[in-house]
């Protein structure tokens, strides 16, 4: 393998304990901005339902209602999260350490090369490119009917941005990081060895799966074929992440994210 997908982030256990509150803030704050990010396409998705002939859709009429309430369960999930990947999984050592390092106002180079960070976001293009072709081959095999025209691309463009942030957050810092961390804690283990970190990228990659079935539902038929092809989609990129999240740290697991979004859903047509 390529040294540039060796190398790891540095992770100063003092640095980041030092500065654990500034990374909680920073993080959560973060977090709402991601979240108030996804309200033009959630509204937007609604919409679509409601014009679709969708009666059980109700759209609110005031976008302000909607960022009031995105904003006050943002803080209080992003809370809980950022306690959780923080404070209850410290011992996985994994978290924010670049976050750390913009803090202690230190060179940020000793943590990671400017390489390591690139390949890490051509590493998730890479993908993004991979499984539109395999998209494109099935369209030719298997064409999905779809229930539901799809957002257009600014909307995705948004949502890009937003499910970069939110979603590194809640299922790599939060469940990666406390599933690695409770297995430590059953063997009794200080360091968790590579099986361990794996076993957390799976199961938190098979969760982010089924966390977008609902979104899926949507647009196509849950059926047995969108239900695998939803699944496997999320695993392999929910494993991605979780690599580079475990190597490369939050930040640059949420650049890759967004990376591959905007390559997946705005410079591609998956679906279309």
């Given at each position: ?41 959630s509204r937007e ?76 976001i051509l590493l ?115 494993s991605t992440f ?31």
């Amino acid at each position: 393998m390529n040294p540039l997908f060796l190398s790891s982030i540095k992770h100063d256990k003092a640095e980041k304990k030092k500065y654990r509150w500034q990374i909680a803030i920073s993080v959560l704050a973060l977090f709402v901005l991601g979240s108030i990010l996804n309200i033009p396409f959630s509204r937007e998705v609604k919409r679509l339902n409601i014009e679709a002939g969708n009666i059980a859709v109700k759209l609110n009429e005031s976008v302000l209602g909607d960022t009031v309430k995105v904003v006050i369960s943002s803080l209080i999930l992003g809370a809980i999260i950022v306690f959780i990947g923080l404070w209850i999984s410290s011992r996985a050592n994994l978290g924010a350490p670049l976050i750390a390092r913009i803090f202690s106002k230190k060179p940020i180079c000793p943590v990671i090369s400017s390489k390591a960070v690139w390949s890490s976001i051509l590493l998730a293009i890479v993908v993004a490119l991979l499984l539109l072709g395999l998209f494109e081959l099935q369209k030719g095999f298997y064409p999905v009917q779809e229930r539901l025209s799809r957002p257009s691309k600014p909307f995705y463009a948004l949502v890009s941005l937003s499910a970069g942030i939110t979603e590194e957050i809640m299922f790599r810092l939060g469940l990666m990081s406390f599933i690695i961390a409770l297995i430590q804690f059953s063997k009794k283990i200080e360091k968790p060895s590579n099986n361990i970190v794996w076993t957390g990228i799976v199961i938190s990659a098979l969760f982010f799966g089924l966390m977008h079935l609902p979104l899926s539902k949507n647009f196509v038929e849950l059926t047995p074929f969108t239900i695998g092809v939803t699944m496997i989609g999320n695993l392999i990129t929910g494993s991605t992440f979780g690599w580079i999240f475990w190597k490369r740290g939050l930040l640059i697991a949420m650049a890759s994210h967004i990376a591959f979004d905007l390559v997946f859903h705005v410079v591609g047509s998956p679906f279309g």
